[in-house]
């Protein structure tokens, strides 16, 4: 399969082993070092408590992880929403809108009812949640205190969500959630920048509960079962199926099994391309090539014009990407445009129920 792969330089050169690269690889070590140091002490200040947490009159819960680039944290997150809904309690998410143009320190993406705010504005994972939930008041904002006394004062919010909270150690949370992609659990094992770690493994001692998303290989859930075993016992397998292919024109939804035997050239701006390619291939799909754009990507029309191009004009291949890119695509396309989305969402493993449940317990 022919890929055009726009993967960022620092992510290019974790997978690449060139001995050429050894100079900079060493200087990239240096600066996780560095970086290590800065980490470990604010940690440390923390549990000192020379710097104070903020606490807000609410059940809080983080959603994060513990290294760069997507492990599944916004269908988790829609999942946790959903799921907190259905129990009778009053939801609101606090997002720091990650790669946002609008400087506004707090925004307000959606009231539960209405959005008041672009993909642009407000980053591509709170514009896309506040598509999907209805009844959810969803803020943007850097500082997650400031978002969630919003939260509080205006919408009576009895549970928040912090998307991407996990390193923000400034805010206090009831319950603190750690996500892992089983599928490249901690990159090639280095901090920033030498590596995509965020964080030590040791790290996960902070964890209430570490969920590992896309888990496929039992072999390889057993190795990483061991690695993660010093830091947390509290531990739930999952993996994503697809709950249907959507229409971006019409909105029209399809059952996946549509995409069974056809032809399908995929694109996509997302942190773990890979899964969403593998995603594809389990529901039957033919892959001929791939337009892989960097997390977050900014698309502009000449990017939907080169994808389109690509196709060749043959009218069978059908042009599919990820929820999460559709909401910056649906706006550039034109009447004869025809892109498909793909929508995930969480599955747990047998055996799952007793702990999960004990996450909607206040």
């Known amino acids: 399969m022919a890929t055009q792969n726009q993967k960022p330089l620092l992510a290019r050169l974790w997978e690449n082993d060139s001995e050429k690269l050894n100079v900079l690889r060493f200087l990239l070590k240096l600066l996780s070092w560095i970086y290590a140091f800065v980490i470990r002490l604010r940690l ?128 206090y949370r009831d319950q603190n959630i750690l996500i892992i992609d089983a599928t490249k659990p901690f990159g090639n094992g280095h901090l920033l920048p030498r590596g995509p770690l965020r964080e030590p493994l040791s790290a996960i001692k902070r964890s209430d509960l570490l969920i590992f998303s896309r888990v496929e290989n039992e072999t390889a859930m057993d190795a990483m079962m061991q690695r993660v075993a010093p830091y947390q016992s509290q531990i739930l397998q999952s993996y994503f199926e697809t709950i249907g292919i959507i229409d971006l024109k019409t909105d029209n939804f399809f059952a996946p099994e549509v995409l069974s035997g056809k032809s399908v050239l995929p694109f996509c701006g997302i942190g773990n391309p890979d899964a969403f390619l593998a995603q594809l291939r389990r529901l039957g799909a033919n892959l001929a090539s791939a337009h892989i754009f960097e997390d977050h990507h900014d698309y502009k029309k000449s990017d939907l014009e080169k994808i389109i191009n690509s196709v060749n004009e043959q009218n069978n291949i059908w042009i599919v990407t990820t929820e999460k890119d559709a909401v910056k695509i649906k706006p550039l396309m034109t009447e004869t445009t025809k892109i498909y989305a793909l929508r995930i969402g969480p599955v747990f493993k047998k055996g799952s129920e007793n702990m999960l449940e004990r996450l909607f317990i206040k």
Not at 100 to 123: E, Y
Not at 136 to 157: M, S
């Open 44 to 171: 440390w200040l923390y549990q000192k408590e020379w710097l104070a947490q903020k606490r807000v009159p609410c059940h809080v819960v983080s959603i994060g992880n513990i290294t760069t680039g997507g492990t599944g944290k916004t269908p988790m997150t829609l999942y946790l929403a959903e799921e907190w809904q259905k129990r009778g309690y009053k939801v609101g998410i606090v997002s720091r809108g990650y790669r946002r143009k609008n400087k506004v320190p707090l925004v307000l993406v959606t009231d539960g009812t209405q959005i008041f705010a672009s993909p642009s504005d407000v980053g591509d994972e709170p514009y896309l949640m506040a598509q999907r939930l209805s009844g959810v008041p969803i803020v943007v904002c850097a500082d997650r205190f400031e978002g969630c006394q919003k939260l509080i004062h205006r919408f009576a919010v009895e549970v928040i969500l912090l998307d991407d909270a996990f390193q923000h150690l400034k805010m």
